[in-house]
């Protein structure tokens, strides 16, 4: 897992609610992502940020929002708009932007709603 | 679009055993592989990583076989324990492209019997 930590381990939601999972890194990356992770699937990539202050959506970004304002710090916002967000959730994050520098992950987050 | 797969979800050996798993990619652009390793509710774990320009690299107990003719990638992992029971998939990068984003594969299930 390295220096990326994600919090909570688990997290249970209500339908109707916003949740926010935590990413922090403490490697000096400059890029983090986030994936989804659903069984018998590859991880699917919903936002991503380069740089502080700038990211971008993913292939399923629907549903999710996010915010880079601190370098190690990366939350993902899962909404009310996501129609299906069991899964688990995993942040990842690269030494250099727009390179292909190794991604290293963190723990993960499992999301079920209630 | 371009896809990074597996030939087999699940492979059983016995302790001690040799493993091969597989992974056939679509995108012969892609210029940098790498193998994770995901136990049971945890984050995946880089393994080991191959370039284009490479045909085969070992770690410890791993190897990696890149055929670029036929697109095809293998993770090796020599007297498989108990303890290398995970999901295994491989990952490619491509050459090109600002963002550099990584395509995954749904992962192979292997279990090590004692």
């Known amino acids: 897992d390295g220096g990326i930590t994600q919090s909570p381990k688990y997290l249970f939601r209500k339908e109707g609610q916003n949740v926010t999972l935590s990413c922090e890194q403490n490697?000096?990356?400059?890029?983090m992502y986030w994936y989804r992770q659903d069984p018998g699937q590859g991880l699917r990539l919903i936002y991503y940020s380069q740089i502080v202050n700038d990211f971008q959506k993913g292939d399923i970004a629907e549903g999710y929002s996010v915010s880079r304002e601190k370098k190690e710090s990366f939350p993902l916002t899962v909404t009310s708009a996501q129609k299906n967000p069991t899964a688990f959730y995993l942040c990842?994050?690269?030494?250099?932007?727009?390179?292909?520098?190794?991604?290293?992950f963190g723990p993960g987050t499992r999301l079920t709603v209630l | 679009g371009e896809s990074v797969g597996l030939h087999l979800p699940t492979l059983s050996v016995q302790e001690g055993d040799n493993s091969i798993i597989n992974c056939a990619y679509s995108n012969s652009a892609s210029d940098y592989f790498i193998w994770y390793k995901q136990e049971s509710g945890k984050g995946p774990q880089f393994i080991i990583d191959?370039?284009?320009?490479?045909d085969k690299r070992q770690g410890q107990r791993v190897t990696v076989l890149l055929n670029k003719t036929v697109k095809h990638l293998s993770l090796q992992i020599a007297a498989t324990q108990p303890g290398d029971s995970a999901v295994y998939f491989c990952a490619e990068n491509p050459a090109s492209g600002g963002s550099y984003i990584p395509t995954f594969g749904r992962g192979t299930s292997l279990i090590v019997h004692p």
């Open positions: 191959i370039r284009s320009n490479m």
């Open positions: 990842a994050s690269r030494p250099r932007a727009g390179t292909t520098d190794t991604q290293y």
């Open positions: 490697l000096n990356h400059d890029a």
